[in-house]
């Protein structure tokens, strides 16, 4: 039986592979008491309610729907509306057909001293991985993979200021599965 994204997304959360990335995420914010945080592409806010566990800021959740079950949580929103200290992306910038308007409504959101924290699938991986295993199935949901370098020029040629980035994940021929990227304007 072939699970639907919801489903999948849900079993992904809860993997050991996700908790890693998530307390690798969390470093990388260093959420502090009051700050305001925003989870871009939230899915099914696995993420939020983990950080909402650890430390107590203000943390909402927007994606083009509510992808979690039951009742929509008090978290979630469905436009952007105030301002943020830090805006990140899980898994979720791959995933966005215009990923330039967003960043750029995303820019208006986001505070003067505030920070944009990404973690996405490594395009150089995804290169050397078809070849070497028929099991490998990357999502059909991701519209765009970035390398390292293009991922910092995706922010800078958008006016911001790298602070720091670099590669995580499995290794495989010289390249880690995930990339990040912390960023200011």
């Known amino acids: 039986m072939e699970l639907n994204y919801t489903e999948r997304l849900i079993r992904f959360n809860s993997s050991e592979k996700y908790k890693?990335?998530?307390?690798?995420?969390?470093?990388?914010?260093?959420?502090?008491?009051?700050?305001?945080?925003?989870?871009?592409?939230?899915?099914?806010?696995?993420?939020?309610?983990?950080?909402?566990?650890?430390?107590?800021?203000?943390?909402?959740?927007?994606?083009?729907?509510?992808?979690?079950?039951?009742?929509?949580?008090?978290?979630?929103?469905?436009?952007?509306?105030?301002?943020?200290?830090?805006?990140?992306?899980m898994h979720s910038l791959a995933h966005i057909v215009d990923a330039e308007s967003v960043l750029e409504k995303v820019k208006k959101y986001l505070k003067v001293s505030g920070k944009i924290v990404v973690i996405t699938p490594n395009r150089m991986w995804d290169i050397e991985m078809k070849p070497l295993s028929k099991n490998y199935n990357p999502d059909t949901t991701v519209v765009k993979h970035f390398t390292p370098e293009e991922l910092e020029v995706f922010f800078t040629d958008s006016g911001f200021k790298i602070e720091l980035s670099g590669q995580f994940g499995k290794l495989l021929n010289g390249y880690n599965e995930r990339i990040f990227l912390v960023a200011t304007l």
């Open 20 to 89: 890693k990335e998530m307390e690798f995420l969390f470093d990388l914010i260093k959420p502090r008491e009051g700050q305001r945080i925003l989870d871009y592409g939230c899915g099914t806010g696995t993420l939020i309610n983990f950080i909402k566990e650890k430390c107590n800021v203000e943390i909402s959740g927007f994606d083009v729907q509510y992808l979690g079950t039951g009742e929509i949580p008090d978290w979630y929103i469905n436009n952007l509306s105030d301002s943020y200290d830090t805006v990140y992306f």
